[in-house]
């Protein structure tokens, strides 16, 4: 069940279709508003269909890509499937949502604690280098 006010905000966004699927790095969902997620279909045509690792890497993105919608209560209603792949079933069905750029991440509350909440330090500060260095050398970036 997402609140009122934040079913509110997202009007715009609904309005225009979601889309759920598995994230490729953790275990959580991914809620895609549909104009992004068209964004990033567009990024999978530039791959080739003759070239094995490509297709590989399509079947394994595209795996559990769920055009998504909320009921008349509010409710957001996940596949089981879904569910099972971020272990939110299996751990009480306590949810954590997390804004991330143009997407929203569904967590089980444990997995959202034990990867990002219980994350070491000493980790995160040397990711921040790390992504740093990224933007810095990333010839789109406007800074």
Request: glycine residues 4%; negative net charge.
């Given at each position: 069940?997402?609140?009122?006010?934040?079913?509110?905000?997202?009007?715009?966004v609904?309005?225009?279709?979601?889309?759920?699927?598995?994230?490729?790095?953790?275990?959580?969902?991914?809620?895609?508003?549909k104009?992004?997620?068209?964004r990033?279909?567009?990024?999978?045509?530039?791959?080739?269909?003759?070239?094995?690792?490509?297709?590989l890497f399509?079947?394994?993105?595209?795996?559990?890509?769920?055009?998504?919608?909320?009921?008349?209560?509010?409710?957001?209603?996940?596949?089981a499937?879904l569910?099972?792949?971020?272990?939110?079933?299996?751990?009480g069905n306590e949810?954590?949502v997390?804004?991330?750029?143009?997407?929203?991440?569904?967590?089980?509350?444990?997995?959202?604690?034990?990867?990002?909440?219980?994350?070491?330090?000493?980790?995160?500060?040397?990711?921040?280098?790390?992504?740093?260095?990224?933007?810095?050398?990333d010839?789109?970036n406007?800074?």
């Amino acid at each position: 069940m997402f609140p009122a006010k934040l079913r509110k905000q997202l009007e715009p966004v609904i309005s225009s279709g979601l889309v759920l699927n598995r994230d490729i790095f953790e275990k959580c969902l991914i809620l895609y508003p549909k104009p992004e997620w068209d964004r990033v279909n567009a990024e999978m045509s530039r791959l080739s269909r003759y070239d094995r690792k490509h297709q590989l890497f399509q079947r394994k993105f595209m795996k559990g890509a769920t055009l998504v919608d909320f009921d008349s209560t509010g409710r957001l209603l996940l596949p089981a499937a879904l569910l099972d792949y971020a272990m939110i079933s299996e751990h009480g069905n306590e949810l954590v949502v997390s804004g991330v750029g143009e997407t929203m991440e569904i967590w089980s509350k444990k997995q959202y604690e034990d990867v990002v909440l219980n994350a070491d330090d000493d980790d995160l500060s040397a990711l921040i280098e790390d992504v740093r260095k990224d933007i810095e050398r990333d010839p789109n970036n406007k800074e």
